[in-house]
């Protein structure tokens, strides 16, 4: 347990973070030495479950139970309010995302958001009044980004022998980058808006920097200090990120990195989403502010919108 070592958070936020760093210590101990092994079973969302999935659900579940200040927990493997006899905290999770790369040992990881616990159980909340969020990498070193909530930036923890160390401190995203990670790819078939993103990044020479997991597509961004990362819709390719799970917690640390986030569905910033359903979908762009907006011109151009929120 590595309590206590780096106030990352203050009053009881920080037992939340603990809570993350110690499960996602568990689970890289788990991926490093066993097999990935598919099960017979799916989740709500029809994807196919991994035991590495259940596994890693069931570790975060009962360490946020275990702070006693979490009200509830939500994650993409149990998407609906998981009571945790707490009162101050409401936690949506992703325990391992990265399910269609997992097998390859391409690096995958966990993303969180923490949220003020409220009797609407998030309903009507917005990404705006996410407290805390923490993204992790699973890949020759396990990492995470989390937000600072005592000095309001972002760092960078590893994970060594003796638990976790600060790597990198006050991440911030620079507005300009060669980089892009384009989600969601065949949606440019029939969504020209899309289309015209990537040809722009094409012809202008931009480096691709894709795995097609969103934890380190997206994560390259913070340590790289630029890139862009999208997954948009189209009306064939429907959306499939899950807003709770996935969308709200790397919007939330992406912008206090001095990023930009974007959706057709808000017309804005990915943290203006108001939460309706608990698997809900969303559209996904993320990173250096001058290609966000150059997105954002381009969706006020089109003369159809390709919205397919909450499908």
């Given amino acids: 347990n590595m309590e206590g070592k780096l106030p990352l958070a203050e009053g009881n936020l920080q037992k939340v973070y603990d809570a993350i760093l110690d499960s996602v210590a568990v689970i890289a101990d788990f991926l490093r030495f066993n097999k990935c092994s598919k099960m017979e079973s799916s989740n709500v969302f029809g994807d196919k479950q991994f035991e590495a999935d259940v596994k890693s659900d069931d570790v975060i579940f009962q360490k946020l139970k275990e ?52 009797e609407s159980k998030l309903m009507g909340m917005k990404g705006t009044d996410i407290v805390g969020s923490v993204i992790a990498v699973y890949g020759p070193r396990t990492s995470v980004i989390i937000y600072n909530q005592v000095e309001k930036q972002v760092d960078e923890l590893t994970l060594g022998k003796n638990g976790w160390e600060r790597t990198e401190t006050k991440i911030q995203i620079k507005d300009t980058t060669k980089m892009f990670a384009p989600g969601n790819l065949r949606a440019t078939n029939d969504n020209p808006t899309y289309k015209r993103i990537l040809d722009h990044w094409i012809s202008s020479g931009y480096t691709l920097r894709y795995t097609g997991g969103l934890v380190p597509d997206a994560y390259q961004i913070f340590i790289k200090r630029s890139g862009i990362i999208t997954n948009f819709t189209s009306p064939k390719h429907g959306p499939k990120l899950r807003y709770l799970y996935e969308c709200a917690p790397f919007a939330h640390i992406m912008e206090a990195a001095g990023g930009m986030t974007f959706s057709p569905d808000t017309k804005g910033s990915m943290l203006l989403a108001e939460v309706t359903d608990y698997q809900q979908k969303t559209q996904l762009a993320l990173g250096s502010k001058e290609e966000i907006e150059r997105i954002m011109k381009e969706y006020s151009a089109q003369k159809i919108g390709y919205s397919f929120y909450n499908n």
């Fill in 67 to 118: 702070t006693g200040v979490v009200s509830a927990g939500l994650s993409e493997e149990k998407p609906f309010v998981n009571e945790l006899g707490g009162n101050e905290f409401i936690v949506t999770f992703d325990p391992l995302d990265g399910g269609s790369i997992i097998d390859t040992n391409f690096s995958v990881g966990s993303i969180f958001a923490v949220w003020p616990s409220t």
